[in-house]
């Protein structure tokens, strides 16, 4: 399974700077896979539940 790693760093100490940066790129990130007609995956996970059939009771008397 190949993947991709993006790795940036933005220079600046201000926190609503720093994550308008991250937010831009990544917004650029997608719609440029989204012009390639490039589609991400989502990770999904399944779950079956089932009841336990009930223990036999014995008839014995302790």
């Known amino acids: 399974m ?3 790693e993006v790795v940036y760093y933005v220079l600046s100490a201000d926190y609503n700077t720093s994550t308008d940066v991250q937010q831009a ?3 650029a ?4 896979f989204g012009k390639e007609k490039i589609e991400f995956a989502f990770p999904t996970q399944s779950s079956c539940l089932q009841r336990a ?4 009771l014995s008839s014995k008397s302790r």
């Open 2 to 4: 190949a993947g991709i």
């Open 25 to 27: 790129i990544n917004v």
């Open 29 to 32: 990130i997608k719609d440029a």
């Open 53 to 56: 059939p009930a223990p036999e």
